[in-house]
């Protein structure tokens, strides 16, 4: 099975653009959740989607918004761009939603916002 | 508020002997926890999990300890090799639906040759 992919890899925005991030799942999986990594603060759960419905949400602002398709397929999208929203962007994937979930990572999105 | 805490941003180690990487939590409602182990320009992967239930899992070279009275767990790997050489992330999740996975800052672990 092929893994969980993210496309774009890199992207580079200025401030007060918007940016759309894509997630495609492993075949089968129909929850997508995704993550924000920076060097000083880990990985912070942005939200998660299963069989298209926001099944939970971190404490991002409003303009941190995500949509999950019928095919599971996820986007991200950043709108008004921060400098401080320069981070690597990473999506998960797992068969069902739950506690005990193992997820499987993408590679992830390297944003930068200059 | 850091409910998932590793302290200790990096730990250098010689191959052969064992690497303890240390995760401490705040939340009481957390019950179930695992290790994600992570490489340059790759996604985290699954490494092991532990239930509340438990005080011990093992596979193969790598053990996690769970100790619930202290909120401590700790990932023993023995012996440490080169290619273990990365970051490792604790997260910890509730026993509910919705719960969500909630991870630690990370440490960085170099395997000396």
């Known amino acids: 099975k092929a893994g969980v992919t993210q496309t774009p890899r890199y992207l580079i925005k200025t401030r007060g653009q918007q940016v759309t991030l894509s997630c495609s799942p492993i075949?089968?999986?129909?929850?997508v959740s995704w993550y924000q990594q920076t060097p000083g603060q880990g990985l912070q759960f942005l939200f998660e989607?299963?069989?298209?419905?926001?099944?939970n949400k971190g404490n991002f602002p409003g303009r941190f918004s995500g949509r999950q398709f019928s095919n599971s397929r996820s986007e991200m999208n950043v709108s008004t761009l921060e400098l401080g929203d320069s981070a690597l962007y990473l999506c998960?994937?797992?068969?069902?939603?739950?506690?005990?979930?193992?997820?499987?990572f993408g590679s992830g999105t390297q944003l930068s916002v200059l | 508020d850091q409910q998932v805490k590793q302290n200790s941003p990096s730990l250098s180690v010689q191959e052969g002997r064992i690497s303890i990487l240390n995760c401490d939590y705040t939340?009481?409602?957390?019950?179930?926890f695992l290790w994600y182990k992570k490489y340059p320009a790759e996604g985290p992967t699954f490494l092991i999990s532990?239930?509340?239930?438990?005080d011990k899992n093992e596979d193969g070279r790598f053990t996690v300890f769970l100790n619930k009275s202290a909120k401590h767990l700790s990932l023993h790997i023995v012996p440490s090799q080169p290619g273990d050489s990365a970051v490792y992330f604790c997260?910890?999740?509730?026993?509910?639906?919705?719960?969500?996975?909630?991870f630690g800052k990370g440490i960085t672990l170099s395997v000396r040759p």
């Open positions: 998960a994937s797992s068969e069902r939603t739950g506690y005990n979930e193992k997820l499987f």
């Open positions: 075949s089968g999986h129909r929850s």
């Open positions: 989607y299963f069989s298209e419905t926001q099944r």
């Open positions: 939340n009481s409602m957390f019950d179930y």
């Open positions: 532990i239930s509340s239930i438990k």
């Open positions: 997260a910890a999740s509730g026993l509910t639906a919705n719960s969500k996975l909630t």
